[in-house]
T-cell receptor
Framework: QKEVEQDPGPLSVPEGAIVSLNCTYS??????FMWYRQYSRKGPELLMY????GNKEDGRFTAQVDKSSKYISLFIRDSQPSDSATYLC???????????????FGKGTLLTVNP | NAGVTQTPKFRVLKTGQSMTLLCAQD?????MYWYRQDPGMGLRLIHY???????AKGEVPDGYNVSRLKKQNFLLGLESAAPSQTSVYFC?????????????FGPGTRLTVT
């Protein structure tokens, strides 16, 4: 079993839709959970991150972590064509005693938002 | 700040040729990484460095070598290129901020080996 599983999609939605992107993981040591966005032919850039369980909201984006289920989600409200990109989840263990400078990435989900 | 830059942006090699990819960062980050990204495979870590003069193997190190002689630069070398090394290569750097290591990525190098 891969440490991080992510549905590659592709996912195609109409503008204004609510988008849900998900990852599951197997390593219970993971404490930091991140979402990166990668536009076509560009490098990934960090969208947001959460520590341990709970929710975090940033504008139209909400990240959720359910450690009991080893499941993380990224919700995009009122999706826009400019949100069209590949979204990668990434995770790391805590710093003390763990090498959290290394991230474990999902394979990414390609999202297209149609006007 | 330029952030993370990569040279070259594109390259075509013949099997058996060698080349060096250069990564430079101007954020004074301690940690630097080289990844390759292939369709359906995601980002895979090739080598990384936790500081000037140090290097370590990642998930897929075979066929690659690296050097970190200066803190701001991280070089990735291919001694004898193979078609299996056709990929997009990304360099990243990071530093610890509030417990998390945010990795900043360069724009990528598209390498084709024929």
């Amino acid at each position: 079993q891969k440490e991080v599983e992510q549905d590659p999609g592709p996912l195609s939605v109409p503008e204004g839709a609510i988008v849900s992107l998900n990852c599951t993981y197997s390593n219970s040591a993971f404490q930091y959970f991140m979402w990166y966005r990668q536009y076509s032919r560009k490098g990934p850039e960090l969208l947001m991150y959460t520590y341990s369980s709970g929710n975090k909201e940033d504008g139209r984006f909400t990240a959720q972590v359910d450690k009991s289920s080893k499941y993380i989600s990224l919700f995009i409200r009122d999706s826009q064509p400019s949100d069209s990109a590949t979204y990668l989840c990434a995770m790391s263990p805590p710093g003390s005693g763990g090498s959290n400078y290394k991230l474990t990435f999902g394979k990414g989900t390609l999202l297209t938002v149609n006007p | 700040n330029a952030g993370v830059t990569q040279t070259p942006k594109f390259r075509v090699l013949k099997t058996g040729q060698s080349m060096t990819l250069l990564c430079a960062q101007d954020m004074n980050h301690e940690y630097m990484y080289w990844y390759r990204q292939d369709p359906g495979m995601g980002l895979r870590l090739i080598h990384y460095s936790v500081g000037e003069g140090t290097t370590a193997k990642g998930e897929v190190p075979d066929g690659y070598n690296v050097s970190r002689l200066k803190k701001q630069n991280f070089l990735l070398g291919l001694e004898s290129a193979a078609p299996s090394q056709t990929s997009v290569y990304f360099c990243a750097s990071s530093a610890r901020l509030a417990g998390v290591y945010e990795q900043y990525f360069g724009p990528g190098t598209r390498l084709t080996v024929t």
